[in-house]
């Protein structure tokens, strides 16, 4: 197909999930004002985010209130006051963190729970406040050419763009990742998650409580918070099956009797909580490895942030968290004012980066394995929550960050 002149822009950013608004944001707020627009591109004919909920550690509404976004955080999110672990088979609570003011006071930033859709719109928010961004709907990236002098980028839709950076913010089935690094697409983990929002007063009143509780049962593990200033409730359970027949790789529509089977003899607490759920949808969930090396976070003039670069179980709640403190990191690296090196800026980036997703990613794939934990493991887990308590739940290393580049 043939091409159009290119667009010249001053970045360009590729996708418009949290990754993509959040780098949108950072960049806009940094780079030097040009003759040029900084550009981000969604595939979709509209913004949108799925209809569940987010627990944003402290080291994330650091992030957030670093950007000015505080009290808008504050607008939609609910503060739950501790984190419940409890044993999926008998109702027993095994173990407790208390979050609220502990988590305040311990990291200067609190630890929040909000609905997907209200983070996303509050960063889109920011990005169109500022009015730095120029963002374009419905332009998926077909391929891009990355050069010495600058990276041209082509969308499906015949439109051309040129600019001397290129953010691959395009989640878990990234094109960027595919033709810049061909490492091949991510694999399914053997685990499916089921997802549903409850109206916080059709919630059984065992369940009706600002908290975080994480049901731990063998092959199996459930989480609920609180979303939307305590107004619903969202509701997301894990367990080992294979892949449905015809599922999409990612948002299907999901039955309460096929949960109900996979959650066999759970206790009845948990079991009246999952009836009260109006409605399901089932995530079969992807992953890669751990990353190992700054190279696959950047290469010249291209970087992968969010999903694209290290998508992670979802069992230490920090996928979204990671994505923003890229961009974070990110905005660090660059001197207000300065005209970019990027090759320069990305590696610094990267290797600021890598080690730390690295982490998180592995300690999420840890954390699988504990929760869903039978026999020996089991009975150890236990037996250390109960010796270490907070000891045990708390992760200072992860909520203090993210770290200085
Ligand atoms: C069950 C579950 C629970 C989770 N819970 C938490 C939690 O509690 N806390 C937390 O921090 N994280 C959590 N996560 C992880 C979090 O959802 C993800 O890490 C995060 O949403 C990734 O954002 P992203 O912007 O990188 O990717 P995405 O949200 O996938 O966004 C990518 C965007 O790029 C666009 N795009 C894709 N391809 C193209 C293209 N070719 N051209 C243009 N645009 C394109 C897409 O349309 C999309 O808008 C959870 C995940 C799951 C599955």
């Not at 806009?28 to 550009?39: C, I, S």
């Not at 957030?64 to 808008?72: I, M």
């Not at 960063?123 to 050419?145: I, K, N, P």
């Not at 751990?290 to 290469?299: E, F, I, L, N």
Request: with cysteine; hydrophobic share 45%.
């Amino acid at each position: 197909m043939d091409h159009a002149d290119p667009t010249l822009c001053r970045a360009l950013v590729v996708g418009g999930g949290m990754a993509g608004l959040a780098t949108a944001l950072a960049l806009g707020r940094t780079l030097p004002r040009g003759q040029v627009p900084l550009v981000l591109l969604e595939q979709s004919e509209a913004f949108s985010e799925v209809g569940a909920g987010l627990q944003l550690g402290p080291n994330a509404t650091r992030v957030l209130h670093g950007w000015g976004l505080e009290s808008a955080l504050r607008a939609c999110a609910a503060y739950p006051e501790a984190l419940s672990v409890r044993d999926a088979l008998s109702g027993a609570e095994r173990g407790r963190l208390r979050l609220g003011e502990r988590a305040r006071l311990q990291y200067g930033a609190p630890y929040a729970t909000v609905h997907r859709a209200d983070l996303h719109r509050l960063l889109l928010e920011a990005v169109r406040a500022d009015g730095e961004v120029d963002t374009r709907l419905a332009q998926r990236l077909q391929s891009y050419q990355d050069r010495a002098e600058g990276v041209t980028l082509h969308t499906e839709a015949g439109a051309a763009f040129q600019a001397p950076v290129l953010l691959g913010c395009d989640g878990l089935w990234s094109r960027v990742r595919a033709q810049g690094w061909g490492d091949g697409p991510p694999r399914f983990s053997g685990h499916l998650a089921y997802r549903g929002l409850v109206r916080m007063d059709e919630v059984p009143a065992s369940a009706r409580r600002n908290e975080v509780t994480a049901w731990l049962g063998p092959r199996l593990h459930a989480v609920h918070y609180p979303v939307r200033g305590g107004e619903w409730l969202n509701v997301v359970v894990v367990v080992h099956g294979d892949l449905p027949p015809q599922a999409h790789a990612w948002d299907n529509a999901a039955h309460r009797t096929d949960l109900r089977r996979a959650l066999g003899a759970t206790c009845a607490g948990l079991l009246e909580l999952i009836d009260r759920v109006p409605e399901w949808r089932l995530w079969p969930l992807y992953g890669r490895e751990p990353m190992t090396g700054a190279d696959q976070h950047a290469r010249g003039r291209v970087a992968l942030l969010g999903d694209a670069a290290h998508p992670m179980r979802p069992y230490l709640a920090q996928g979204a968290a990671m994505a923003l403190e890229d961009a974070w990191t990110l905005q660090a690296c660059l001197n207000d004012g300065a005209a970019p090196d990027w090759p320069v800026v990305l590696q610094r980036w990267a290797e600021v980066r890598w080690p730390r997703n690295a982490w998180v990613q592995a300690r999420s794939r840890r954390n699988g394995t504990v929760f869903h934990a039978r026999g020996p493991l089991r009975l150890g887990r236990d037996a250390a929550m109960r010796l270490l308590g907070e000891r045990l739940l708390d992760v200072p290393r992860l909520y203090l960050g993210p770290p200085p580049p």
